[in-house]
């Protein structure tokens, strides 16, 4: 600065050595865009673009969605099309709930919109505390931590309390987020084929060599529906002096007569050290994820996993529409039964008119069709017909398994389970998929 305030640089040449340096980054941009560019045209060449696909209702069993595909009103934007929402993971019904929506507004008019703040600084409310109560009494565990979602949840579990000194059996279709919990610990890491537990004692075997082992599997596969063998992982676990971990992502809320998930259809309810869940599936289909589990594991998740220190708390609304969940689902089993009993009428319905299911013991049903182009063709035909439901092929299944993929909920009325059938009888016929 000169005496009389003014800069001793003049403006010009500041402008110009910004424009300078600007271009410089524009330059070396055009590199990096052009190897975008490239990346995303061989995605699109490879058929695996995906696109989002926009609702325009609030998330229910029936919706209606804005499809610029289908011939509508051409070239003035997006054509609206009720459909049957065959995919959302809305399993009991609840994402559009009344009671849930009701507590939300009222948390948020009592306890405001968002905490500006991560846990342990200053972002936990009463209504926190009571949510990570709620969830213990739900699972039967000790207590409870929540993060901003399960894949965080996931994330942070392994890192801080496992060294290199120890070990992580891993289940080969575990949820990416396990996975990538696993990559960011530095315990030696083992994969077992999906369900196997030969495989899973051969490992459990090698492991032996590490201090402690911790076995990680999904309670639901999310492609076959198909649950994991808690039991003899159970027993395993108690074989080799194991801990087990269960991410109930896809099967609290759905699996076991009142949908307390895996550890309840196993009978295994307060024995498992590890559960993580979701709020954004069965339970509301909001945000929010959780481990829950023995006090000494929680106490140490508290003091060092990451996502937990270093990331908001979820609103107060969000919490107090979860503690609402979990009443609703101890107060009635209405919800659970009614889901229970969509999906045993719809697998036993499509079974019988010749369609090929994968075993479930969950509200997923996969259709398989085996063929790429043919599931992605299956799936559009059936969207002209209203029912919106997703294929899926290599690589989230394996090569030659593309299937479509159903997900049941309580909130169907059998109306809609029923046209969901024909659509599916008159596709498969017309593709022969049906002889
Ligand atoms: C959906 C899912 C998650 C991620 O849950 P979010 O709360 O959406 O992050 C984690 N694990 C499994 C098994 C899941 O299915």
Do not use: W
Request: charged residues 25%; glycine residues 8%.
């Amino acid at each position: 600065m000169t005496t009389d305030g003014q800069p001793t640089v003049n403006r010009q040449s500041m402008l110009m050595s910004y424009r300078c340096h600007y271009n410089k980054k524009a330059i070396m941009y055009n590199d990096f865009q052009k190897h975008l560019q490239q990346t995303l045209q061989e995605i699109k060449d490879a058929g695996l673009y995906k696109n989002e696909r926009v609702i325009i209702t609030p998330q229910s069993s029936g919706i209606k969605v804005a499809t610029p595909s289908l011939e509508g009103r051409a070239g003035e934007g997006f054509a609206e099309q009720e459909v049957i929402n065959f995919c959302a993971n809305n399993y009991l019904g609840l994402a559009d709930n009344k009671e849930l929506i009701d507590a939300a507004k009222a948390r948020m008019d009592a306890r405001g919109y968002g905490m500006a703040s991560v846990r342990f600084i200053c972002g936990t409310q009463d209504t926190h505390k009571e949510l990570e109560r709620v969830i213990s009494d739900f699972f039967g565990t000790e207590d409870t931590i929540l993060y901003a979602a399960c894949f965080d949840a996931n994330g942070g579990l392994f890192e801080p309390l496992l060294t290199e000194e120890d070990a992580i059996i891993s289940d080969a279709l575990n949820h990416a987020s396990i996975i990538d919990g696993v990559r960011l610990c530095k315990a030696v890491r083992y994969r077992y084929a999906n369900g196997d537990m030969a495989d899973l004692e051969a490992k459990l075997q090698e492991a032996q060599a590490q201090r402690f082992r911790i076995i990680a599997t999904d309670g639901v596969f999310s492609m076959d529906g198909n649950v994991c063998p808690l039991d003899k992982i159970y027993e395993l676990a108690k074989k080799y002096k194991a801990l087990v971990m269960v991410d109930e992502s896809h099967s609290a809320g759905v699996v076991g007569k009142t949908g307390h998930g895996v550890t309840e259809l196993y009978d295994l309810r307060g024995k498992i050290e590890i559960i993580t869940g979701t709020l954004g599936k069965a339970f509301g289909g909001s945000v929010g994820g959780f481990t829950t589990g023995k006090k000494e594991i929680i106490d140490l998740l508290r003091q060092r996993s990451r996502p937990y220190l270093f990331s908001n708390s979820i609103p107060p609304m969000i919490a107090a529409a979860g503690i609402k969940t979990f009443e609703i689902l101890t107060r009635s089993n209405e919800l659970q039964d009614r889901l229970h009993e969509n999906t045993a009428y719809f697998v036993e319905r499509m079974k019988a008119a010749g369609f090929d299911i994968k075993p479930t013991q969950s509200a997923i049903c996969a259709v398989m069709l085996y063929d790429a182009r043919l599931s992605q063709e299956f799936a559009a035909a059936l969207q002209e017909e209203g029912i919106y439901v997703t294929g899926f092929y290599y690589p989230v299944v394996p090569k030659g398994q593309a299937r479509i993929r159903v997900q049941v909920s309580a909130a169907h009325t059998r109306e809609q389970l029923d046209k969901c059938i024909a659509a599916f009888i008159k596709i498969g016929t017309k593709l022969a998929v049906l002889k």
